[in-house]
Every structure is written in structure tokens, then in C-alpha cells.
């Protein structure tokens, strides 16, 4: 068990930190405060909730492109996105 969880100081400022993480969120999206269900993951705050083969997992959607020809990975990106739809337009613009 992390020495943060144990210690009950340590556990409330981590806490503390995180209800101020998602204030930040919520005004940068134009809210006045977090929803009842937003989130925050204390190990990963980067990740993102997405459902995995049999339930929801904290995640990366990873991506690679590969030359058909030399089977060689050519570009790669990680996403907290649970769809690929707007990478593939990202992804086009850098190629051209």
C-alpha cells in the first residue's frame, strides 16, 4: 500500500488535491463545478475510463501506423479519447 493511502494527513491532502484538480477542469470547460460522476484517478490522472473486452478499464487508446510494405511501425500516439475517430484526422495533416 502506498505510504500516501496509509497516512491519513497525507490521504486527505491527496484528496484535497484532487477535488482542486477537478474544479480546474470544470472552469476550463466553462462549469462552475465538477459533475457528480467526473472522476479522478490518483496513479494515472492522464488515463482515461473506457470499456474494455468485459468492463470498463483505466486506460490508454494506443495507436500505431504501419508501411504495408516493410511492416515497419512508421507512427504511433497514445490518446485518454475512447475512440480513434478524431486521430485518424490529426494523423492525415501531419502526413501531407
Given at each position: 500500500m502506498p505510504e500516501w493511502v496509509a497516512n491519513k494527513q497525507a490521504r486527505i491532502q491527496r484528496i484535497r488535491e484532487a477535488k482542486a484538480a477537478l474544479e480546474a477542469e470544470a472552469k476550463s470547460q466553462?462549469?462552475?463545478q465538477p459533475k457528480p460522476k467526473d472522476q479522478y484517478n490518483?496513479?494515472?490522472p492522464e488515463s482515461a475510463i473506457m470499456k474494455g473486452p468485459d468492463s470498463f478499464v483505466q486506460a490508454y487508446n494506443?495507436?500505431?501506423v504501419v508501411d504495408a510494405d516493410s511492416q515497419?511501425?512508421?507512427?504511433q500516439a497514445l490518446s485518454d479519447r475512447p475512440t480513434d475517430v478524431t486521430l485518424l484526422a490529426r494523423w492525415s495533416v501531419r502526413s501531407r
Open positions: 466553462g462549469e462552475a490518483f496513479t494515472d494506443a495507436q500505431a515497419v511501425i512508421v507512427a
